[in-house]
């Protein structure tokens, strides 16, 4: 990926999360656009055999990313299936509310075990990888909430900060050749909108939520970009973080 033309095709992208709602949005953008897309899902398996179907006949990786040893084994048979990694997108997540001052032990490292800690492994996973075959392109999905401050929702927004900072981190870590970037919705709503979200929604410029595709477009650009562009975030929320 370090050279131009930075076009997708034939290229190995290994999405986390993709079985639906935005990681699909993602795999079925990325494999449209000629890339040998890896579906990796955890309990989702109906949602990932047909979203693998759609992105033609992709690969599906099962693990759950709250276990290291399993991150570990995905990355092992991503390499002995396919050979090589030139892209990774890290999308899953997990995302609950509570009162801070009722948060339990048990009720962060739910949060954090996936949206942090298993983002970091899979990071260095696939940079291992990647350098294996000169370079790389890594895009963490991290949100709104990691920009700005949501009472209800600390300990989430303190997870995605921290997948903003990693981002930077990294970047300087894995450069020249690996890029690190993320990309921070705002709401992007699904049947499961609650009354926050639709508050939210009201409240951004854009006048509406955002979709899979808006998503897609800002990770497909990072994929795509040069090694020029590490370490940035891109919110892509109708203008929601202005407020
Ligand atoms: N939707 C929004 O409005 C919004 C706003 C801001 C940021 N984001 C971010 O955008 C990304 C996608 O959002 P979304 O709403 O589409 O996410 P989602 O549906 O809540 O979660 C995406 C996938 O994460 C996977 N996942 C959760 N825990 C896992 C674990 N322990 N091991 C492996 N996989 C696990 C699930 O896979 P399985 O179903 O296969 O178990 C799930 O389908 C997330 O990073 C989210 O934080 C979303």
């Known amino acids: 990926?370090?050279?131009?033309?930075?076009?997708?095709?034939?290229?190995?992208?290994?999405?986390?999360?993709?079985?639906?709602?935005?990681?699909?949005?993602?795999?079925?953008?990325?494999?449209?656009?000629?890339?040998?897309?890896?579906?990796?899902?955890?309990?989702?398996?109906?949602?990932?055999?047909?979203?693998?179907?759609?992105?033609s006949g992709a690969p599906l990786f099962r693990a759950d990313l709250a276990s290291v040893a399993e991150i570990k084994a995905m990355f092992a048979q991503v390499e002995q299936q396919l050979g090589r990694l030139d892209g990774l997108v890290n999308n899953a997540a997990r995302f609950t509310r509570f009162d801070p001052l009722e948060l339990?032990?048990?009720?962060?490292?739910?949060?954090?075990?996936v949206n942090l800690k298993a983002v970091f492994f899979c990071c260095q996973q696939g940079a291992r990888l990647m350098k294996k075959s000169g370079g790389g392109r890594i895009v963490n999905i991290s949100s709104l909430g990691g920009i700005r401050p949501w009472a209800e929702h600390a300990h989430y927004c303190a997870s995605k900060a921290g997948v903003i900072m990693l981002t930077r981190a990294l970047a300087k870590a894995f450069a020249p050749h690996i890029t690190v970037n993320s990309v921070a919705?705002?709401?992007?709503?699904?049947?499961?909108?609650?009354?926050?979200?639709?508050?939210?929604?009201?409240?951004?410029?854009?006048?509406?939520?955002?979709?899979?595709?808006?998503?897609?477009?800002?990770?497909?650009?990072?994929?795509?970009a040069s090694e020029f562009i590490t370490g940035q975030v891109l919110a892509v929320d109708g203008g929601l973080s202005q407020r």
């Open 1 to 55: 990926m370090a050279t131009p033309p930075f076009s997708l095709a034939g290229k190995t992208i290994l999405v986390t999360g993709a079985a639906k709602r935005i990681g699909r949005g993602i795999a079925l953008r990325l494999a449209a656009e000629g890339a040998q897309v890896a579906i990796h899902y955890h309990n989702s398996e109906a949602d990932a055999r047909r979203t693998a179907a759609e992105c």
């Open 104 to 113: 339990t032990e048990k009720d962060w490292d739910f949060i954090h075990s």
């Open 185 to 224: 919705p705002g709401v992007i709503p699904f049947e499961d909108i609650d009354e926050r979200g639709r508050q939210l929604i009201e409240v951004t410029p854009a006048g509406r939520g955002g979709t899979p595709g808006e998503i897609a477009d800002a990770v497909a650009y990072f994929l795509k």
